[in-house]
C-alpha cells in the first residue's frame, strides 16, 4: 500500500452477498473499537475498520477541529480525500465491492464528509450521531444511495437543527436518506443496533 495507508483491522467476509462495511471509529476509539458492532449489525459482512490518523491530546480521529462542533474544514476536505483513497486501494487488496460505512460520531462526521466529497467510495452510509462536516459542502450526485442518520434527542454534541440539516443536505443530493431521532444522548443505545441491522438487511434484501 502507498503513504496514504491507514492503520487497520480486516475481516473477510463469511457469507456472500452482505456488503462490506468501513467502520469508523469516534474520537479516542480505534480500528479495533467497532468491529463488534459490524458483526451484530450485518454477521457474515467483510469488515475494514482504520484508525483515524490524526491525534488530538493522544486520541485518534479522522479529521482535525479547532474546538467541538467547530472542523478544522481544510482538513476534513483532506482527511475525506486520504480516506477515499485508501477505501479505493483496500477494495483492490481485499477484493471489495465499495463498501457502506458505518461510523459514529467523528467516524460518522468523516463518513457524511466522504459522501459529500469522495460519493464513489461508498454504496451507502449509517451515520451515528452525525454532524453537517463542512459549512460549504458540493453537490454531489449521490444517485439514490441509502443513508440511515440515526440522531439522539438529547445530544449535547450535536443539535437537532444541526443534523436534520445533514438529512436534507443528503436527500437534496440525491441520497435515500432515512433520519430517526431517538430517545438517547450521544452514546449509541440498543436501539441503535436494532435500527441499524433491520436497515442493512432492508439494503441487502433490495440489491439481491
Ligand atoms: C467531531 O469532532 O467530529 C464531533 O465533535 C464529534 C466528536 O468527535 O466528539
Known sequence: MTETAFIHRFEPATSAGSPPLLLLHGTGGDENDLLGLGEMISPGSALLSPRG??????????????????????????????????????????????????????????????????PEALSGAILLRAMVPLSDPPNPALGGK??????????????????????????????????KVLPSGHQLSQADVTLARDWIGSVEAEAA
Open 146 to 179: 441509502p443513508v440511515l442518520l440515526l440522531s439522539g434527542q438529547a445530544d449535547p454534541i450535536v443539535p437537532a437543527s444541526n443534523s436534520a440539516r445533514l438529512a436534507a443536505l443528503l436527500s437534496d443530493a440525491g441520497a435515500r436518506v432515512d433520519h
Open 53 to 118: 490518523r490524526v491525534l488530538e491530546h493522544g486520541m485518534p480521529r479522522f479529521f482535525r477541529r479547532l474546538a467541538e462542533g467547530v472542523f478544522d474544514e481544510d482538513d476534513v476536505r483532506r482527511r475525506a480525500r486520504e480516506l477515499g483513497d485508501f477505501v479505493v486501494e483496500a477494495r483492490q487488496r481485499y477484493g471489495l465491492a465499495a463498501p457502506v460505512a458505518v461510523g459514529f460520531s467523528n467516524g460518522a462526521n468523516i463518513a457524511a464528509a466522504l459522501l459529500l466529497l469522495r
